[in-house]
């Protein structure tokens, strides 16, 4: 697990998304997702370069069913940008960084 990324669960996916000063990269994410294993660096790097302008948060659908189920996630890893407690962006599947990135740019 890397210092840069926060894992959330349902009960305060509230406080650390919706109510976060700082828009938020959420990754919906699952142990057995080898997608979702394969982005983990890349959003670490992001995490870093990001830092103070962009939180990203991790959380597990199989230990947390309400969040996913709100947002309609229904295929991992899915990647959603937060700000203001809205979603900005959404990305389905694994992407390269500069997808990634220039998704994050326009949404923040």
Known sequence: MSENITHVKDAD????????????LLDFWAEWCGPCKSIAPMLDDIAKEYAGRLKVVKINIDENQKTPM???????????VFKGGKVEATQIGAVGKGQLTQMIDRAI
């Open 13 to 24: 996916f509230e406080s650390e998304v919706l109510k976060s000063d700082t828009p938020v």
């Open 70 to 80: 709100t947002y309609g996630v229904r295929g991992i890893p899915t990647l959603m």
